[in-house]
């Protein structure tokens, strides 16, 4: 069948988990209301979530765990990485005065 709304015979057919039956108990009445309806979290989790706690204790134990360098490790390492830039910079700088160079000579000819 194309188009049009299905009917009823058709539904119950073609998805029997659609069926609806009658409750009658107030029990099985607060059952279904219970598993249709989302279990909402009470205020202590909800504050918890929005500040988002459980991130916090587990970035400090993390931070716990690290080792950390000394002093003088710390100093040496800055030293090379301020080091290893200025050597770039000055290797990019050359590069770039050579080619300046180079496309003055050709525009120049």
Known sequence: ????P???AATAEADPSRVVTSVTSSRAIRQAQ?????????????ISES???????DATSELRKVTWPTREQATNLTALVI????ATGV???????????????????
């Not at 500040?51 to 204790?57: E, S, Y």
């Open 83 to 86: 080091g290893v830039s200025l």
């Open 6 to 8: 299905a009917g009823r």
């Open 91 to 109: 290797l990019l700088g050359a590069f770039d005065y050579i080619f300046e160079k180079l496309f003055g000579l050709l525009l120049s000819s």
């Open 1 to 4: 069948m194309r188009g049009g």
């Open 34 to 46: 219970a598993a249709a309806a989302p279990s909402r979290p009470g205020k202590v989790s909800l």
């Open 51 to 57: 500040l988002n706690v459980d991130f916090f204790r």
